[in-house]
């Protein structure tokens, strides 16, 4: 799929298979004969995110199936042998689990990339991120804060907390109180 660019519009910075322009963020996934693209315009971007997982216990079996190998090796060198065999199965496993995931979402629409191993730098992902959010914050007419507000305070979910971090401004100015200093004497003669 070839992206015609807008009028006005250029390449900012291309982060594996998302791409960043002036006008918009997409993405092109291809999977097998089929491919997709998700576009939506840099004012959308409500949050990115960027993670790792892993499968940490396949480390743990893989130091159990070892545990079994060497208590093996007393009765019969093939299975340790064998167990041991399974224990490189299990490391190389937990290799490929590793994943770098990088997600860029507005609305309901959402941009997700996954690298497996260590094909991808954590410096380079961060970099495409300060990419976005720079761009975002750089689009004029773009709101300070989220316009799906229904309160003062921000959306609020159903247990009454604020799902966002935006704090609003006092409708008056606070003012500071002074400590009531009381003194309390308690002997134990008053009891």
């Given at each position: 799929?070839?992206?015609k ?9 291309t982060?594996m ?14 999977d ?8 939506f315009?840099?004012e ?19 130091l159990?199936?070892a ?8 009765h ?17 496993l937990?290799?490929?689990?590793r ?13 997700l990339?996954?690298?497996?191993g ?13 990419q ?6 750089a689009?004029p007419g ?10 003062p ?5 159903a ?33």
């Amino acid at each position: 799929m070839n992206r015609k660019l807008l009028r006005g519009e250029y390449p900012v910075a291309t982060w594996m298979d998302v791409t960043l322009t002036t006008h918009r963020i997409w993405q092109v996934v291809r999977d097998g004969s089929s491919s997709a693209m998700v576009s939506f315009p840099v004012e959308a971007v409500q949050w990115t995110k960027l993670g790792r997982s892993h499968l940490p216990y396949l480390l743990w079996i893989a130091l159990l199936v070892a545990l079994l190998g060497i208590v093996a090796l007393e009765h019969d060198r093939t299975v340790t042998y064998w167990l041991f065999g399974v224990v490189l199965l299990l490391l190389l496993l937990y290799a490929t689990s590793r994943r770098l995931i990088l997600s860029i979402g507005a609305g309901h629409g959402e941009i997700l990339v996954h690298v497996v191993g260590e094909g991808a730098s954590v410096e380079a992902a961060l970099e495409f991120i300060h990419q976005v959010e720079t761009r975002r914050l750089a689009t004029p007419g773009t709101p300070e804060r989220p316009s799906a507000s229904t309160s003062p305070s921000g959306p609020v979910s159903a247990s009454g907390q604020s799902n966002h971090a935006w704090v609003t401004e006092p409708a008056e100015p606070m003012t500071t109180l002074e400590p009531v200093k009381e003194s309390v004497s308690l002997s134990a003669g008053n009891a």
